[in-house]
């Protein structure tokens, strides 16, 4: 999902001295700093959600609701001060908006680690805003306004149609993909550990890829699973490259994808095959 991040930035923040919008094409945010320092936050923040894969319309609702988009305001909230401390950062190291420890930096790595935290095959939203704020109810009051803020972004660009991550079945391809894995086999090698193992490694792949890419699970023997991914091998190329966080992707001259994880653990060759289809293979090394 491609936002255009300083027109909807500009959407939210908008002072009333612009006039007001009868379509309610704009928010009027209150803010807490001025207008400069506050949509400089706001477009950090949007980044970071699409460096980090998260969904933008909920992500600058956090910081909002958190912040006000002001950064004296972030360095008095506890759960910033805790975040800082939780990444090593210390002093005034969060002074400027851009700066490794700024909260609207941090909160991103943070929220990204608990939506996906439990390797569960859904990745739930609303867990784990409850666990980043701490409160049930604000973490109700962020899904509110996120909506909110989606329902102001198509408004202006009307070819936008928001996908909540709040709902469920957000993507019934993998939903039946589980199912089929989840259902008794007709053969005795295959055991709960191997349905857990490829369990998680569909998950990473659709973490990965993103919503949208069809992964059909092939041979089951432990130690050789294989992964049918029905994308393109740019498409894949693109994908993978665009996460630019702890990994390195590259292209062979064969048409062969090799995404190598930075902690050298884990290893997924993307390999060409007939009909449009990528066979995906992770390769794991235990140290």
Same mark, same amino acid.
């Given at each position: 999902?491609?936002?255009?991040?300083?027109?909807?930035?500009?959407?939210?923040?908008?002072?009333?001295?612009?006039?007001? %919008?009868?379509?309610?094409?704009?928010?009027?945010?209150?803010?807490?700093?001025?207008?400069?320092?506050?949509?400089?936050?706001?477009?950090?923040?949007?980044?970071?959600?699409?460096?980090?894969?998260?969904?933008?319309?909920?992500?600058?609702?956090?910081?909002?609701?958190?912040?006000?988009?002001?950064?004296?305001?972030?360095?008095?909230?506890?759960?910033?001060?805790?975040?800082?401390?939780?990444?090593?950062?210390?002093?005034?190291?969060?002074?400027?908006?851009?700066?490794?420890?700024?909260?609207?930096?941090?909160?991103?790595?943070?929220?990204?680690?608990?939506?996906?935290?439990?390797?569960?095959?859904?990745?739930?939203?609303?867990?784990?805003?409850?666990?980043?704020?701490? +409160?049930?109810? %604000?973490?109700?009051?962020?899904?509110? *306004?996120?909506?909110?803020?989606? %329902?102001?972004?198509?408004?202006?660009?009307?070819?936008?149609?928001?996908?909540?991550?709040?709902?469920?079945?957000?993507?019934?391809?993998?939903?039946?993909?589980?199912?089929?894995?989840?259902?008794?086999?007709?053969?005795?090698?295959?055991?709960?550990?191997?349905?857990?193992?490829?369990?998680?490694?569909?998950? *990473?792949?659709?973490?990965?890829?993103?919503?949208?890419?069809?992964?059909?699970?092939?041979?089951? *023997?432990?130690?050789?699973?294989?992964?049918?991914?029905?994308?393109?091998?740019?498409?894949?190329?693109?994908?993978?490259?665009?996460?630019?966080?702890?990994m390195r992707v590259k292209e062979h001259?064969?048409?062969?994808?090799?995404?190598?994880?930075?902690?050298?653990?884990?290893?997924?060759?993307?390999?060409?095959?007939?009909?449009?289809?990528?066979?995906?293979?992770?390769?794991?090394? +235990?140290?």
């Amino acid at each position: 999902m491609i936002i255009k991040i300083l027109s909807f930035c500009a959407a939210l923040l908008a002072p009333e001295s612009t006039g007001l %919008d009868p379509h309610g094409r704009s928010l009027h945010l209150p803010l807490h700093q001025d207008f400069n320092t506050s949509y400089s936050a706001c477009i950090i923040t949007a980044k970071q959600a699409r460096k980090y894969n998260i969904d933008p319309f909920v992500a600058t609702a956090l910081m909002y609701k958190t912040t006000k988009f002001s950064p004296k305001l972030a360095k008095r909230k506890k759960i910033f001060r805790d975040l800082r401390a939780e990444y090593g950062c210390a002093g005034n190291s969060d002074q400027f908006i851009r700066s490794s420890c700024s909260p609207f930096m941090l909160y991103a790595p943070k929220l990204a680690s608990l939506l996906h935290k439990n390797r569960r095959l859904k990745v739930d939203y609303s867990r784990a805003l409850r666990k980043f704020l701490r +409160n049930r109810r %604000d973490a109700k009051i962020v899904k509110n *306004m996120s909506a909110r803020f989606a %329902d102001v972004y198509t408004r202006t660009h009307t070819y936008f149609a928001w996908k909540s991550p709040f709902l469920k079945h957000e993507d019934p391809e993998l939903d039946s993909l589980v199912e089929d894995l989840r259902k008794p086999q007709p053969y005795d090698h295959f055991n709960r550990r191997i349905q857990n193992e490829m369990e998680q490694n569909i998950f *990473m792949l659709s973490e990965l890829l993103g919503f949208g890419c069809k992964i059909e699970a092939k041979h089951r *023997m432990r130690g050789s699973p294989e992964y049918h991914v029905r994308l393109s091998g740019q498409e894949i190329y693109n994908r993978l490259a665009k996460r630019n966080t702890n990994m390195r992707v590259k292209e062979h001259a064969d048409g062969v994808i090799v995404l190598q994880f930075f902690d050298r653990r884990h290893k997924i060759y993307f390999i060409p095959h007939h009909g449009g289809i990528y066979i995906a293979k992770i390769h794991k090394q +235990n140290f």
